[in-house]
């Protein structure tokens, strides 16, 4: 699609029921994109920018260096209003904005289809439980008797033995003491902080 249209960018777009949550990229019957709009009440179209891009590399030079530069806000309208080449690719798949805790762990569920998903150079003790979608990452160790349930577990963390965790989001070389008990936590090195679940 982006080279078939000869594109300077290509935005993933999705089609969501409802849009007024996120900012919509109104397209012509071309797939051009007309518009790159904020999100509104009365959105004009359904579909949103997914946040997946293809960018021509000269459009990625013009982006200047060392400035915090947001391609949403700044670039796209500024190629749309120079009348530059940019298109949508459309998809109807599954997508979720993992924007909030609640999100994310329900994404990680979908991707998951089961009770766990661990990576082959995680460490896990044949005696911990692991359920409810629970993903475990590169070089992670799950120690005897640990019970995880709705977890996702960063590369390199270590859950004690016999910690118990719900809904718990553990950073890369996040560590969980022996036997502590954490429901709706983020864990980064040795320090956690509660998660709303909106």
């Known amino acids: 699609s982006h080279q078939k249209n000869s594109a300077d960018v290509t935005l993933h777009l999705i089609q969501v029921e409802d849009a007024r949550a996120f900012g919509c990229v109104p397209t012509d019957e071309n797939d051009r994109v007309i518009e790159f709009l904020e999100k509104m009440e009365h959105p004009v179209t359904n579909w949103i920018n997914a946040g997946c891009y293809v960018f021509n590399?000269?459009?990625i030079d013009a982006i200047p260096l060392g400035i915090?530069?947001?391609v949403e806000r700044e670039?796209?309208?500024g190629l749309i209003q120079a009348e530059r080449r940019v298109f949508g690719y459309k998809e109807n798949a599954y997508w979720l904005d993992i924007g909030t805790p609640?999100?994310?762990f329900k994404a990680s569920r979908d991707r998951i289809k089961g009770d766990f998903v661990a990576s082959p150079t995680a460490?896990?003790?044949?005696?911990?439980?692991?359920t409810g979608g629970t993903s475990i990452g590169e070089k992670a160790t799950i120690q005897a008797g640990a019970i995880l349930d709705n977890c996702i577990v960063s590369e390199g963390a270590v859950?004690?033995?016999g910690a118990q965790l719900s809904?718990?989001?553990l950073a890369p070389g996040a560590i969980v003491d022996s036997d502590l008990t954490l429901r709706d936590h983020y864990v980064s090195g040795d320090k956690s902080a509660?998660?709303?679940f909106l």
Request: with cysteine; charged share 15%; glycine share 4%.
């Open 57 to 59: 590399r000269g459009v």
């Open 68 to 70: 915090v530069t947001s």
């Open 75 to 77: 670039t796209f309208p």
């Open 102 to 104: 609640s999100a994310l």
């Open 123 to 130: 460490r896990i003790d044949a005696t911990a439980t692991l």
């Open 159 to 161: 859950v004690a033995e």
């Open 167 to 169: 809904r718990c989001f």
């Open 194 to 196: 509660s998660i709303t």
